[in-house]
Structures are given as C-alpha cells and as structure tokens.
C-alpha cells in the first residue's frame, strides 16, 4: 500500500491548518518525537458544532452564475477537496481554511423553521434554489443529521423549485421525495465527477465518493426520472486531463447536461492547493500553478465576472473548445432544463408550541353563551 507523502493526513485533503487572513498569529506544530513515530500522521476527526439558523436563503446578483438565491444546511465539508473553492469561508468563524474546513463541521440548527418562515413572507416570489452551492448538502454527515432531506420536504411541500449540486451518492437516499418533484419539472441534480482516475480522485477529493460510484448516481438518478447532469469542475491544469471521457461515461450513465469551471484559487485556497499539489505530485507543481496564473491573466485569481469561471487567453479557449465540441458529440446540453415556478404555494405556518399551550381565559367563552 502507497504510503501518504509527507505532511498529509489519511482521508483529508489538507495537512495545514494555517493561520486564516483576520488572524494576526500563526502557531505551527511541534513534534518532539515522543508521541509517535515521527513519520506517521496525527488522527484528525471530525468534529461536530451547532449554530442556530437566523436565515435560509442567501441571496445574490452575480451575473455569470444561473441562479439569485441558494440554501446551505453546513459550513464546511468533509469531503475534503484540496481544491474547494469555499475554504476561505472558515475564516469567518475564526477557523482555519486548511485542515479546520473538512474536519470542523457546522451544522444549522432549525434552518427547516427558518426557510419555511421565509418561504411564507407576503410577496415572495419562487425561483429556483441552489442546494449546496457553497459545501455539499451529502457530505458524511448528512446521513445522520438529516438536515437536507428536511429542507427537501418544505420545497416538495411548497412545490418550489430547487436545483442541486453534489458528489455524495447520499442523494439516492432521498429520491423518494426527488423524483415526484422532478415528474413535476420542479428540480434538477448535478453530480460533480472530476476525473474517472481513481488513485487521483482519492488524493484530490478524499472523502467523496469514487468515480464509478457517482456514475452509478447518475444512473440512478436518471432512470428515476430526475433531470440530471454532470459537474466537470474544476478543471486542473496536467493533472485531471480527462474532460472528454468523463463527459462520455456520464452521458452513457444518463446525464443530460454539463459545466466545467477552471481552478480558481482564493485567498487561502492558493496556499491549501499549493501545498497539497507540492505533497502529491511535486514534479508538475510549478508547471500547473504557471498555467493556472496563466489562465487568470498572471495571478493566482481572477474575481472578474465573466471571467472567474472559465478563464481567459488561449488556454482558456482551448477548453471552451474541446467542451463545447464533446457536449455536442455526445449530445448533452450546456444549460440546465427550465425548473417551474408557477406551481409554488405558500407554506403553512404551524402554531409555535408557546401559543398553542397558552391557557384560555374563561371570561373570553361567556361571550357566546
């Protein structure tokens, strides 16, 4: 069995737990050699906090994504992916993008309340919702919690319509409640699959499920009748290299659709993939980070609108090109299917318990004797 290089931690994506931008100290590690041997890794668990919802739905007005609104149930994800665009978040809650991001969860307690609540506001108006768009509502721990399929019920109830992206095959569990909503155009699931290479995806996405699994989603997804499509993001300079036969696996497993993005490394996340790509694959470490800088016009990160997603240059055009040409071969589409809209009904508000229990005065009944 390959042992892991140096520095990594089995089944996370990374071994850093680095001082995080609002942080004015950094604290290394140090092993003087009596706890453990000194070439073997530390455990690293995961660990499990609750913080109360205060809203649901989180919105915004960027142009060059498909949707205005989306709906989280965790902060942070253990799936681990070195190249998670989302690291950088943990730093709002005073953690570390690095190791803390995959092994420090945060749950959303009461967020089912919270949507349901907003969902019944005078004047809202239904588009669709992104599930999951800033770390996966299927990651591990959603087989105990429950918290997506919970959100999954008020938008059946409310018929409103929801589009969702994962790489957890935990979204088969829920297919009782995905596949009428899909009969009814409401929703539609995207399975991120980042390469059909195994020993690459195991490194790069620790935690989430093997390739052939997800194509195995798809499949299920598909033949439930559930509008489904494939995530072939991020694209990685020299190392995933493997675009046209991964859109091909997944249009035979049933895909309808694709998107690509390129790797895009913010603020932390330079540093998290830096180091990871250092530890798994050194000899192609300068050579991919070159041309990641060169498809974001000589940084690391390009925020511009328009061109944060896919890049620019000849690089950039180079995979427009060989994207557009295997979707139209393979006959997928590059917009998702039109969800609808006009079926969604107000949720009903239950009676909070406080009320309900409330006693009644007595001299309130004498008015209808």
């Not at 998670?84 to 959303?108: M, N, Q, W």
Request: net charge positive; proline share 8%.
């Amino acid at each position: 069995m390959r042992r892991p290089p140096p520095g990594a931690l089995k089944g996370r994506g990374s071994g850093l737990r680095l001082a995080h931008r609002f942080q004015h100290e950094a604290r290394e590690p140090f092993d003087d050699g009596w706890e453990r041997e000194p070439d073997a890794p530390p455990p690293a668990r995961t660990e499990l906090r609750w913080e109360e919802a205060r809203s649901a739905l989180t919105y915004n007005d960027s142009p060059d994504i498909g949707f205005d609104r989306s709906l989280n149930p965790y902060r942070g994800c253990e799936h681990g992916c070195a190249y998670c665009y989302a690291r950088p978040t943990h730093a709002y809650l005073d953690l570390s993008p690095g190791l803390d991001f995959e092994t420090v969860i945060v749950a959303r307690r009461g967020l089912e309340a919270r949507l349901r609540a907003e969902l019944a506001r005078p004047g809202y108006r239904a588009a669709p919702v992104a599930i999951g768009t800033v770390t996966d509502a299927y990651q591990p721990l959603e087989r105990e919690l429950r918290l997506t399929r919970a959100l999954l019920q008020v938008l059946a109830e409310t018929r409103h319509p929801w589009v969702l992206v994962t790489k957890g095959s935990g979204v088969e569990r829920d297919l009782d409640l995905i596949a009428p909503m899909a009969a009814q155009g409401l929703c539609a699931v995207y399975v991120t699959v980042t390469t059909l290479q195994a020993e690459l995806a195991r490194r790069l996405e620790p935690r989430a499920a093997a390739p052939w699994r997800r194509l195995r989603t798809i499949r299920m997804l598909a033949d439930a009748g559930v509008p489904v499509g494939v995530s072939v993001a991020p694209q990685i300079p020299f190392l995933n290299d493997d675009l046209e036969a991964v859109l091909a696996a997944a249009a035979e497993a049933g895909a309808r659709c694709a998107f690509y993005t390129v790797l895009r490394l913010p603020w932390e996340v330079r540093t998290v993939f830096a180091d990871w790509l250092r530890r798994h694959y050194p000899e192609r470490a300068a050579r991919v980070l070159a041309r990641v800088r060169d498809l974001h016009g000589g940084r690391d990160y390009d925020a511009e609108f328009g061109a944060r997603m896919t890049g620019r240059g000849v690089w950039a055009e180079l995979w427009r090109q060989r994207f557009a040409q295997a979707c139209r071969r393979l006959g997928l589409a590059t917009q998702g299917p039109a969800l609808r809209s006009d079926l969604f009904r107000s949720p009903a508000i239950a009676t909070p318990p406080a009320a309900a229990a409330r006693p009644v005065d007595p001299r309130q009944l004498s008015l209808f004797d």
